[in-house]
């Protein structure tokens, strides 16, 4: 009987010596993605059918610039804001990235019961102009270099940012400027942060995925001090713009519109949140492209190729904009 | 020559005189086989037979077992120069196959070296030779059998299985395998059951493998276990007989690398009286491939083998046109089979008596409910054991009577009506989906006198056509006349005609002579002729063997 006993003690052993996986594939980075916007299965499978980046070296050596127009449908004198926004874009392809926000200081303001505000009207959404181009985050950013920033100069439309670097304390500043101030930055060329990211999306289940690589060169920065910041930017939406001496012009086409922020945060993700690899830094976003505008007041639909994403460096003390890049959805 | 070296040689001589002195003993003996095939080889365009390089073949190997008193050994020396056509064309050079020593007593039964070993009925692990597949998956290694009590039989083997024969030399598979086997036949150990007509077995099985991962995309389980139980149970004239194993997660080329458990569950129902026989079968696989290799496919390196529920053929056409391979990816499998004497001097069963068969056996796709087939996990689908689908693998329906006329006439007719997918159990590349055949087989046997005997085959293969089309090959025939002068010689023609071929230039008769030579254990057979490419299974296990066109010798000598 003892050698009864010693047999299935030793089969005990071997059965002990069996191996179970629960996750077939190889570790990947942690991830809090929502994986139901994939719909070839999960994370695993997502990166076993090759859809997680492997980043190669990035060559890029150039600074490139956002221009963040404050516009709106009913301010008359933004369209030749916008107007210059994209002709400083234009003459510098790849380099300057223009986005229009349909906000400004005046419309954060808590005590509005639902008239027009004075100023800009852009949340007015009423006759011919019934689209609302406003999204929360959008106002924030508004309010937050307008009402909330000292000293702010940001007090009407049209006003913009060029990657938010500061004169004289003041980020924002008229559009005549804006042209000098690109030129400047684009001159100087100074990268501190360097940027690239590669994305997928789904149209079955409107499921966009973005990974993004974040390498600071500059020394003396260090992932405290940066965000990244995520826009989803809707292009050529053809709506009434109102013009000066009264016109409305029905058929005008909006360019580069704010509609989000891919994570929720007008300020974007900490990069010290991030994960880091070999001295590099890296950001995964999920992100449901949203059927219609938040506000949506006129029946504006999304179409995902009508879209892109911006995204950027934030210093978290000056504001400035070190670098952005732009990425497609398709 | 100098003296030195007479000297050694007489010790030689010497030494080896004991030896020489056991062969006489009745402690000491030795046993075996040997058997040699020649094959000498034309081109014969017309059924795509090639002739090879060398145009003559040679297969030969000899089994020598030797035992005194307690110990044992044995070897097995092959040769391929080069190997015969339808054998692993890896098979290569000369020298030992398989080779073992051993100590055997009543408690004890060691063996190191190469061995064949089955723990109930094979599913979990089978290790076996079929010369005539070119099929050996011995394990190289140890194994001890321990019989503890009387009823007790423990078993562990350790080893590596052989995958080819190479250079003269035998190549193993990668992986290591490892098994316990415990069997107890409870009429022995339990008191209570003694002297009862209910007669119970149990026993349990553990069988695992070791494979390194090498793979970087997945992370693949590197100990595989399997494991398992049955139960055997007799009384009176019934048995019944049952037995589950469990395969864990075994990733493989088979499977696609899906990580799936998986399951064989045999159950075997007898009746058996004077003139009647009952056999009930039923078996349901999932998942079971089940190899020391995950990389291996085709017949290599099994660990398992999975009964094949099909009664085993042996008339010409009906064995080797559609014959059934098992799917170890799933099956649920039935067969029932009924043996039927009328009894002698009766109305119907004549002066002689007649006996009647019937069989039934099919095999279907297991039920299969897909789970996400991207999911993380690779577990892809659930299914349960017997939960089959309607899709048709195979059908077999077969019928036969036999009836002796008198002393010198007997005469057996047959009928076959077989199923197969094609798609699933693939035996030839011209037929899409379910390939239905009915087949009749006349065999006659005339003894002419006390020494002279002939017997003779008609036999007539008919396939039903597909979408108004011929299907595959169509309708063969096959006659086979065979003359025996006992106990020394016999001849036979075979001629199988592929009358009903769809190409009229492949209408082709197949014919092949032979004779063969009888002394003792002696035997010599000599043939010619055409032979045609097919699947060639034994019990489910199936190689294919391309057409050919010559001349074989085949010479088997046993002592």
Redesign the interface.
Known sequence: ?K??LY??F??GL??A??????????NLPSSDLDWSLYP??????YA??GLWPSFAANTNTNRNVLIEDFTGHLCFNCPAASYEAEQIADANPGRVYVVANHTGPQIYDPNWNGNPPSGFNQVYTSGLYKHNFCFDEGLQIGSYFGAEWPSSNFFANPSGMVSRKAQNGQPASAYTEWSNKASTILTANELKVNLQSASNYFPSTRGYFLHVEVDILDNTLTPDDLAVVTFLVEDSIVRPQYFPGGVDSVNYVHHDVLRDCLDGRFKGRDLSDAREENGKYYLDYTYKLPDEPQYNTDNHSFEANNMHVLIFVRDKNTEEVYHIIKEKIE | MPFHKMKKIISLILAATPLLTFAQTEEFSVTGNAEAIFQYLNKDTLIGANQPAEKALLNSYMNVFMRYKNFKGGMRLESYLPRIQGYPNRFDGTGLGMRYVGYENDFVDVTLGSFYEQFGSGMILRTYEDRALGYDNFLDGLRIILRPKEGILLKGVYGKQRLSFEDGKIVHSQGIVRGADAELHLNSVLKPLKDKKLDVSVGASFVSKYQKDDRDDLILPENVGAYGGRLNMRYKMFTLDGEYIIREQDPSVDNGYIYNFGHAALINFGYSRKGLGITLSAKSVDNMSFRSDRNKQLQDVFINYLPALNKTHTYNLVATLYPYATQPLGEIAYQAEVLYTIKRKTKLGGKYGVTLNANYSCAYRPNQTNINPGDSSRVVYTTKPYDMSDSLYWQDINFSIYKKFSKNFNLKLNYFNITLNNDVAKVTGDAHGLIKSHIGVAEMGYKINRKHSLRAELQGLFVEKYHGQINDKGNWGTVILEYSISPKWFFSIMDQYNYGNPTPSKRIHYIYGSFGYIKESTRITIGYGRQRAGLFCVGGVCRFVPASNGLTVSFTQSF
């Open positions: 009987m050698k009864i047999f299935l030793f089969s071997l059965v010596s069996c191996d179970k996986v629960e996750n077939p594939y190889p070839g299965g999960d994370s695993a499978t076993s059918n």
